[in-house]
């Protein structure tokens, strides 16, 4: 069953640099959407910040299996009504495939429970991105490494919680690494982080960039009904009396 | 260098619940920081909720190096400031130790990133927390099991991020079981979160388990001083030119 | 793709033991067989100890992308020859599923690199199987346990390495739990370790057994391409001259 | 109590090969152990491949508390018998700190589990380790990276388990990266791989490079006492009357 994908995007920086609407003129969600498609994803949909509700209504996230996340420059302008929904969506068992700068969205790090803090730099560097977790299926396709000919540098420390798996590492010409592919469980939801492309390379116009993508969002669809269920249980075997009963039926607190 | 250690309890339920009080005369926290000073660690003050600033003023949480929390009926209580203040001293390198019914308190969620809900019983059962990571220093001392006659029950599943290590789980006659030994790193602070105890059962007089959080304080204490550093950064290696500084320059957001 | 399975067993209980015979008439590794075709899996094979070189001839093992392993009282009969050739296998991508008392088995030893030594007791112990990863593929349509009514006791400390995730903790009656569902990568290939079943308990009749086995061995069917690729490497970016080329081309050991 | 350590060295290369004489003139093992000792390690003996038993007798292993080696040209020279004497005392908790090409060496393949595999190039490369988890003891005062001026490259994938934790990722100027600060446990023992430094470069005076042996040994040295204790048992909690316990008796095998 192919999972229904929604791709997010600021959709800022399109309309306000013309160095960036250059490389994508119908915006990054709409480049990031075609690739998916490329790579066998049919249904997918794109939602914006600036729609209403951020295009991110109820009914959107319901119906989203993987939700696909870009923003950078306007991560407060999210509400926390909508933040607080899609974190809620994830440990009900949505995808969530955070890229880039989206290491510091208000979802992602509400996740994380961490500063998602790093080091970066906008200049020339080349970006190469190491398999070291070559079973993974995130790292399907890919090869030994992707090489991205210009990108921004993200370096250590990445102020996140040990990964659950580590499948890519980055090398970058101005002497950086990054952890830059990364997984992660919160309730039923699994998230995957990818480090690349900053707005100002074409990044996501690279095949293998594309294809990581697709293949997290495969990864990351729920695959599993096991419920999770909370609360106040009887007990499966049998237990002594409780001669406190009385007792803690007035306590009664939780 | 012995860590300088603050006890955080809520202090309510022996303020208002005669079966609690029986127990705990002073408070579950007395009994808990005596419990640490008969483990050998000596510089140990506690704070509770109803001090002003909760006992946490900036000066306590700067001097502290390892908290230990306790907290049940009242975590709404806790100023969302000071809720946000533990996280942050979390992240700069303070240990924390977080009891029981504190799974649900604004620190640990807020770092944890999960619901951190789980199933409960407040009955009979007996617990039997078994070592399953025999070589960590938590575990030292320990033997193979440590059994509690009586105890609230936990039960799976316990909805928090795969822990960085496990170290205990927990056996109860009524059919369940536990992950009751999790340790967990967030920013530069490491994290133990440890099962037992219920106000109405008088766990914290129980040895093997105030040698347990004793040997978690000890492991939770900050012995680590590699700087945790973010930001813009000149390369380390030469780069070549940057075609589009000028441009960048101009962007020049983040 | 439905991936291509061999179930391995040791086939010896079941021509020496009646109470296994009657359990198991064709053999476990027939009725494991039978569970994952109902579970869906279409292409499965068997193969036992005492045929030629176990069954697993290189012919055979090249054509299995899964390999479920029961074994138990003939562990030392498996030759190194063959155990060795599993492993490589292993970590050339073929997934292996790994049964109860395979835990002692040559090829899992070899891979965990400790002793996989355990706690036992054949008695009358209902199991029951928590699930605590209820994200995970593996757990897909299991509830929130699966019990088996009686069940030979494995108890911790099993002294495997930390898996890379914990799928299912047993309770057993007489009072221990132990990590009973776990995952491991070994090169490109995964392993799911699964407890239950004894050759005296009708387990593998077990439809939520049989479903987790199915599970598993979906899980651990090679997905990834990405090549493990070793040995001296020409570097990818320019490097300083070498002044010490001449004396380091003499060295030229490894 | 200071960790009782042994510095192992094959010590051949020192014999056999004037650039590296010049640098180790007293061998390989007495640089590390005079790092050790300069870093307040003071309990450290030395052993080598070519005296008996490798110097590690069974009463020398027994005095052990982190055994550190060095290894690359004459693995195939050390006994198997040797070999598993060490994995053994692994099991049973010493600690072991596996040094560069050690990684290839009998005693840490088998503990791994793995083929242990990598890329490499003797060549000018500059290696920068960046600290990924700066919570971590082994970090301690090491600031945000190590640099080494040149340093034979290892290159991922690095074909180990999934480390327990991950301290350091190396940047190489050809193009590469490598996850050189690495923990395992392995039964009661911990274990730390530690990718520097090849025999033809002054690593082994590097003084980062020193401090990081030496936090890795304390790191390493045996902490818990929690038993490892395994076999049949009986039960701690009552069972039902066992109506196949005059067939079990019988069956008796394990």
Same mark, same amino acid.
């Given at each position: 069953m192919t999972p229904r994908i929604t791709v997010w995007n600021e959709f800022r920086h399109e309309k306000e640099n013309r160095a960036v609407s250059d490389i994508y003129p119908d915006g990054i969600h709409t480049a990031i959407a075609a690739g998916l498609r490329a790579n066998g994803l049919q249904d997918v949909r794109t939602a914006t910040l600036d729609e209403p509700e951020h295009g991110l209504t109820d009914d959107v996230l319901a119906q989203t299996d993987v939700l696909v996340w870009w923003g950078h420059k306007a991560h407060g302008d999210l509400t926390d009504a909508v933040a607080e929904k899609v974190v809620q969506r994830v440990w009900d068992g949505m995808g969530l495939v955070v890229l880039h700068s989206g290491h510091f969205s208000k979802p992602f790090k509400r996740l994380m429970g961490t500063s998602c803090d790093l080091k970066w730099r906008e200049a020339t560097d080349k970006e190469r991105l190491w398999v070291?977790?070559? !079973?993974?299926p995130i790292a399907?396709?890919?090869?030994e490494y992707i090489e991205i000919p210009a990108e921004e540098m993200y370096g250590e420390h990445?102020?996140?919680? !040990?990964?659950d798996e580590l499948i890519f590492v980055s090398w970058f010409t101005g002497g950086e690494v990054f952890r830059s592919g990364c997984t992660f469980t919160r309730g039923s939801g699994k998230i995957f982080y990818f480090r690349p492309g900053h707005e100002?390379?074409?990044?996501?116009?690279?095949e293998g960039v594309l294809r990581v993508i697709a293949n997290g969002a495969r990864w990351a669809a729920p695959t599993a009904s096991a419920p999770r269920a909370f609360g106040n249980r009887a007990p499966l075997e049998p237990l002594p009396e409780d001669p406190h009963a009385a007792e803690r039926s007035q306590e009664g607190f939780r």
């Open positions: 070291v977790h070559p !079973a993974h399907q396709g890919v090869g990445f102020d996140i919680p !040990a990964p100002t390379y074409p990044t996501y116009h690279h």
